[in-house]
């Protein structure tokens, strides 16, 4: 009970205040005068983010009601039934306890897919493309899952100081997912082509040249399959570097207002942004593992569970949750101050304007909401609101109508 307790207090209660202080400001919000956005569609992007939150409200609260069932009763209960014995018991315990929290997400998962985006004009697919993504990502988690969960107990049960041994091995997975993202595990999900456009592909390729950055080429990918939103980027380190577009930005962006969208992307490139996330994820994976291996037996029997290779690994997964939840006020911070960075290399490479007019297409395009709750901003937003990134570029005026009215939050700048 002290367990659960404890999570509710860490977690789902500051969780459920954010998402109650974002539905309140939203709906103020959306009774001013229409910002950035059309009138009807200011109302429309205020309706759906509230939506959203609402949805959000329950997740937070099915996450805690899972925690409070593994913790009162069912990793013992799973511990007692299981009939496995050694490495296969400790693969078989963590995947199904993985495999649990994948399937409990699945509805409110469909419900935003099915019927949420697609009331509000984003979601493409229809019931069987979402199966068939749902299904491929459960698969993903067994195979996968399985071969890093027997990696780890390996090491847990034949190195004196596993901790950090894991924590070397965990460091080699994240490089590893980097590095093989773009060729293995993205074209599982999406077909990858090489951009046609060669007046488009020349430009970009010289963008990319005077940007000193060479990459595997420049491939569009099928999201409209899925989504009517605009979104571009750079995927992949080393040799696997590629320049993703995704084909309803080509439909969609002007030239000039894509190749400054490119040349953002190639700030965080330039200043070596993707691994200095990779180093914060793995100050965090460390503070992880430090956690997990100085925890007192004591604790496991509270949950009436002994200490061993399984149970470890599921209270890390568990205490992941709450420790990674405070940890992105560090990482949304620093990226926001990576956005900025790389907006000011954008607007070198190519001109400020085209990419303040790049950024107002995309909020508006997407039909997202322009403002946000200050405070829910530094727990989930990792890019600065659009008025701060304006400003930053000196292109406020750009914007079409006053926000002297809203309430505009300044961000992480």
Request: hydrophobic share 50%.
């Amino acid at each position: 009970m002290e367990l659960l307790i404890l999570y509710g207090l860490l977690l789902t209660l500051p969780k459920i205040i954010l998402d109650a202080l974002e539905i309140n400001f939203l709906k103020t919000e959306s009774q001013k005068k229409a910002y950035i956005l059309e009138e009807s569609k200011f109302k429309q992007a205020a309706y759906y983010a509230i939506t959203k939150q609402k949805i959000s409200l329950i997740e937070h609260c099915l996450d805690f009601m899972l925690v409070c069932f593994w913790i009162s009763f069912g990793l013992a209960f799973l511990e007692q039934t299981l009939s496995l014995e050694g490495t296969l018991k400790d693969i078989a315990f963590v995947l199904i306890f993985l495999c649990v929290g994948s399937l409990a997400s699945f509805i409110t998962d469909a419900y935003k897919t099915l019927v949420v985006d697609k009331k509000f004009g984003f979601a493409k697919g229809g019931v069987g493309l979402f199966l068939t993504d749902s299904l491929k990502s459960l698969l993903l988690l067994i195979v996968f899952g399985g071969l890093i969960i027997f990696a780890f107990v390996w090491v847990m049960n034949h190195i004196s100081y596993w901790e950090f041994y894991a924590f070397i091995l965990g460091a080699c997975l994240i490089i590893g997912v980097n590095l093989l993202y773009p060729i293995v595990i993205a074209p599982l999900f999406n077909k990858f082509t090489p951009l046609e456009n060669t007046e488009l592909s020349s430009n970009i390729n010289e963008l990319l040249k005077k940007a000193g950055f060479h990459s595997k080429g420049v491939f569009v990918m099928d999201a409209s399959r899925r989504d009517g939103r605009l979104n571009a980027y750079f995927g992949g380190i080393g040799k696997t570097k590629r320049v993703i577009l995704f084909d309803t930005l080509l439909d969609k962006i002007p030239k000039n207002s894509l190749l400054a969208i490119l040349g953002h992307e190639l700030g965080h490139f330039k200043h070596k942004d993707i691994f200095k996330m990779m180093g914060l994820v793995l100050g965090f994976l460390a503070l992880l593992f430090f956690i997990i291996a100085n925890l007192p037996s004591s604790l496991f029997a509270l949950a009436n569970l002994t200490q061993n290779p399984h149970t470890t690994l599921v209270f890390l997964l568990i205490l992941s949750t709450p420790i990674g939840f405070y940890f992105m006020l560090i990482i949304n911070h620093i990226s926001c101050q990576n956005e900025f960075n790389a907006d000011a290399f954008g607007a070198e490479l190519t001109s400020k304007e085209d990419l303040a007019l790049a950024l107002l297409k995309l909020i508006k395009e997407n039909n997202t909401f322009p403002l946000a709750h200050p405070l829910y901003m530094r727990f989930y937003y990792s890019h600065p609101p659009l008025m701060a990134r304006l400003v930053a570029l000196n292109c406020e005026n750009l914007a079409q109508n006053s926000p002297q009215e809203h309430s505009i939050p300044k961000g992480n700048e």
